[in-house]
């Protein structure tokens, strides 16, 4: 696909994804949303992108839903739920994506750039970031694109319920105290606080990103400890059958920088 509602540019095994319809503070209109779902089915196949990094072009992460945009359903439920589940698919891919995504949020993430961001493995806020749920303040339910699975996990019951049920925003430092992002800086040194992340994680090898990625997952949802360390003891077996892994020991040994090759 052409893209032209998103920007995706490779630096290494980063992929840098911009939303970009800065004059709509980069809404989500039907091309947009497709866009993002051919991006993202590409991702699970994609052993060359190790890490995806999502921004915002212009003032704005993400503004939400663009409104002023028609609907592209003949206003029937089971075609209502057709145009829901095209966006509500978007926070299922980029959890299952083997990739970690990390958001660079600054200016406004409200409903779907809300979900966006929450769907991020990790958050890092410019001092402009706001985000709420904004679907209650229209009229619609605050539980929508994965906001009611995410949030409460990100901050807990209570502070997820006071903005779920108001729809007012949290803002950056607020933001940083509730454990929504990880980190607060200026906007204009959110791409190099980004850049410093990528470096990090991919000084890791590429399956242990990808089982990290996927047992952290799993082990939020688990049903007792027992699973969540069966999971964990599955990965870490897994792992030490690599060469990579016996790389990495002779380079911690040896005091040098390994050289990883995914094998």
């Not at 993202?40 to 992108?49: C, I």
């Amino acid at each position: 696909m052409n893209y032209r509602a998103i920007d995706v540019r490779r630096d290494g095994a980063a992929a840098w994804l911009t939303l970009n319809r800065p004059e709509r503070l980069n809404a989500l209109n039907p091309q947009m949303v497709d866009e993002l779902r051919d991006y993202f089915t590409g991702l699970a196949h994609d052993t060359e992108t190790r890490v995806v990094v999502i921004r915002g072009a212009g003032r704005a992460f993400c503004a939400g839903l663009d409104l002023k945009e028609p609907g592209t359903g003949d206003g029937s439920p089971s075609s209502g739920m057709r145009g829901q589940r095209r966006i509500s698919d978007l926070a299922l891919m980029m959890h299952r994506a083997p990739q970690p995504f990390i958001a660079c949020v600054h200016g406004p993430a409200s409903g779907g750039g809300f979900a966006l961001a929450l769907a991020a493995d990790v958050r890092l806020a410019g001092q402009s970031a706001r985000m709420n749920a904004a679907f209650i303040r229209i009229g619609l339910s605050a539980c929508d694109v994965g906001v009611s699975y995410f949030l409460p996990r990100a901050v807990g019951a209570s502070v997820a319920s006071e903005l779920m049920l108001t729809g007012r925003f949290i803002h950056a430092d607020r933001a940083l105290a509730t454990g929504l992002v990880s980190a607060v800086v200026p906007d204009d040194q959110l791409e190099k606080e980004a850049a410093q992340l990528v470096d990090e994680m991919l000084a890791t090898t590429p399956l242990a990103l990808r089982l990290t990625k996927e047992c952290l997952a799993a082990s939020v949802d688990a049903s007792s400890l027992d699973h969540a360390i069966a999971m964990e003891d599955r990965n870490q077996v897994l792992c030490t059958q690599t060469s990579d892994f016996r790389e990495g020991i002779s380079a911690f040994l040896a005091k040098r920088t390994p050289n990883y090759t995914d094998s």
